[in-house]
């Protein structure tokens, strides 16, 4: 399975092709990255990727000589990226003899149309991979990535996957130690090792399942600190090709979020995730928000483990379970900012760092205790930040006013007195930092909530009135019209018709 380096002075724009490509399942077996001309050098002649994905603009006019021979002697393709689309970029994409230039920002299809082409390419030339034993199954290692038929329907596939992707290699090392009675070829890739092997069909499940129970148990015992999961496809579950075996087993390990490690996982019907909305909605930000005002540590536990352990079959899918706590993060974030914790890098590493755990953690309960400590975190250093008084009062009310709009009889002193000034100089404030009052502030916030209700659910203006913070159905519909132009009802048919 090939390589590739993703050459790019953007940290970001790395990190998101590099997600893109494994969301997408193209078959990179390592992923390699720099963000300078020194690095995307060195890397080159220490690794010599299959496929390089270079962005031109990084590339100074005194080194473009450099960056072409090393290019030439090692890579076999390259992919370059450019932000503008210029004569001296195409000229010195056909120096580096480049089989696309792409435009920033990148079309996600014409992205992957092109990074699938340079991993087919590159898989067609790896004919033997010096890391797999003598096939002892007469299977190819580019079998499991291309959609070959297979002639009969006699192998098995086990994946097994460390908890740790740099375990890999001591795990390979491992099973080619490991005493197996059957026929099996072992390949190694990027986060797993693939075991391709023949057992007698009349005791297969009770076989494999030994096998497989067998293999965690000496695993684990020769190495205690070292977790694994393994999933199986037997070959009594049909499948076109090795390659879809591989497709079908390899989605087994999601399972693990949930799951965690020491897990034996079984192909043996087609597993699909359910699709849920991952965003919070407006009652659970202003949870959120209380609990991070108020400090409210346990407060925060409880709701964690109350909204993420109790999934069952069938699965959300952890794709969309990560975002959900993204959206979580945003709430820190906008904690941070209005305590001005993003200032302290400790605190700013220590986000980036969180967000990094919960798009690669391979369980999600690791997610929730490092969120927990990180809130912790936040929670002291915003209490510490209130001793010190510096806070930004217009901020910390517009946040009180987003969270308790729906109160009919909410004022300025209620705000005011929330953050501990006089109602008549912090109306000066909001008035001087946002050049409207109080009021039509407060309305401006419960006609949006109104907006967002009247399109997204089928509550009556009745309804709709009373959850907005009005007590009367008429002067709400008044108000909605003397601001939109239209009534709550046109409103709503309106968008409907849209």
Known sequence: MPGLLLADRDHTERMGIRWFIQSNRIPFESIGEAGNIDDTLSYIESYQPDVVCLELEMIPSNRMTDIVLTIRQYVPTVICLTVEAVFERAVQSIELHTISLLVKPLSHEQLKLTLQRAAKSSISKIQ????????????????????????????????????????????????????????????????????????????????????????????????????????????????ASLHAMYLKTINLFKLSFFKGMQQLFWVNHEMDFVSIDPFLTPEEQRKWMTFLEEGDKQGVKNWLYQNFSDFQSPYPDPELIRVRFTSILAQFRRFMKTYHLDKQKEVERHYHDIFQTILTAPVMFSIIQEMILFVFVLMDGASKQKQDAATDVIERGLQYMEAHYHRRHLELRDVAEHVGMSPSYYSHLIVKKTGQSFRQILTNIRLKKACRLLTETTMTVREITDKVGYGDANYFSRVFKRNFGLSPRQFRQHEKSK
């Not at 890391?131 to 199954?137: H, I, L, R």
């Not at 740790?164 to 390979?172: C, G, M, N, R």
């Open 128 to 239: 033997e991979d010096k890391g797999t034993q003598p096939s002892s199954t007469h299977i190819s290692y580019p079998s499991l990535f291309i959609n070959q038929p297979l002639k009969q329907q006699e192998y098995s596939l086990i994946l097994l996957r460390p908890e740790k992707t740099d375990h890999v290699s001591t795990l390979y090392q491992w099973l080619d130690q490991y005493p197996t009675p059957y026929p099996v070829t072992y390949f190694v890739l990027r986060k797993d090792v693939a075991c391709v092997l023949r057992v007698p069909k009349q005791d297969e499940t009770i076989i494999l399942q030994q096998e497989g129970q067998r293999m965690i148990q000496r695993w684990s015992s020769e190495y205690p600190n070292r977790r694994l999961n393994l999933a199986i496809h037997p070959a009594s579950v049909e499948s």
